[in-house]
């Protein structure tokens, strides 16, 4: 039986334990997290969320991307979310490699480089700091006062607050 087998299981159970609920497609904290699709952050369980409180927004290295722009945009103009909370993390996939190495590697593997940006970084806090500007700056995002950033800690499970010196306002 393959990996997603097993998880088809684990599904019919969960929904036989879960019963029948709506939700409403609005978010009940207002809130849109972006973070890192890192399995060790479970999101839900480490700011304990439930189901339908927050919009959750994850890619690789939890960076602020056009397709994050678009997604917050979305949650927000859309979708009633007013917060936004960003979460890198320790020990992140993202510091292993290199825009350069990675886009060269793709380009041999492949034949073509690719369209869309690497986005490696060495230090979270100052890219949780780029990525807070990325957001406060989009005119795209209505609600851009309360952005914070913050980075987990993988081995303590806490998170760490990082600032901006610029004011919380677009």
């Not at 393959?2 to 809130?31: C, F, M, W, Y």
């Not at 690497?118 to 949780?128: H, K, L, N, R």
């Amino acid at each position: 039986m393959s990996t997603i087998d097993n998880l088809l299981d684990n599904n019919r159970a969960h929904a036989e334990r879960a019963g029948t609920q709506h939700l409403d497609v609005q978010p009940s904290k207002r809130l849109a997290i972006v973070t890192c699709m890192d399995s060790r952050i479970d999101v839900f369980n480490a700011l304990g969320l439930g189901d339908g409180e927050a919009h959750i927004l994850r890619n690789a290295g939890g960076v602020i991307t056009d397709d994050v722009i678009r997604s917050l945009a979305i949650s927000q103009r859309r979708l009633g979310t007013r917060e936004v909370m960003l979460i890198h993390h320790t020990d992140c996939g993202m510091q292993k490699l290199t825009d350069d190495g990675f886009r060269r590697e793709l380009q041999e593997a492949t034949g073509m480089a690719p369209a869309f940006a690497i986005e490696s970084f060495t230090d979270p806090e100052a890219d949780v700091r780029q990525s807070i500007l990325r957001v406060r700056r989009s005119e795209f995002i209505p609600h851009r006062e309360v952005v914070r950033g913050f980075v987990y800690d993988v081995d303590t499970h806490v998170l760490h607050e990082v600032t901006v010196d610029s004011p919380r306002s677009a």
